[in-house]
């Protein structure tokens, strides 16, 4: 049975998703494996916080 939106776990904030993927940008995060897939995961998990922005504001 699918669970409503109201029933999933909230993201963190778009600025805390954001913040963490600037600071792994900037340190240059992105050469290693494991620096590629954190950046993947902190981009799945803003663009949660971006859906539930856009879900609140309507």
């Known amino acids: 049975m699918p669970t409503s939106p109201a029933e ?3 993201a963190r904030s778009l600025s805390a998703a ?3 993927i600037r600071a792994l940008l900037s340190a ?3 050469v290693s ?3 590629r897939c954190r ?3 902190l981009l799945v998990e803003w663009a949660a916080a971006v859906r539930g922005d856009v879900a609140e504001a309507a």
């Open 28 to 30: 240059g995060g992105l």
């Open 18 to 20: 954001n913040e963490d």
């Open 8 to 10: 999933l776990p909230r």
């Open 39 to 41: 950046y993947e995961e």
């Open 33 to 35: 494996t494991e620096g």
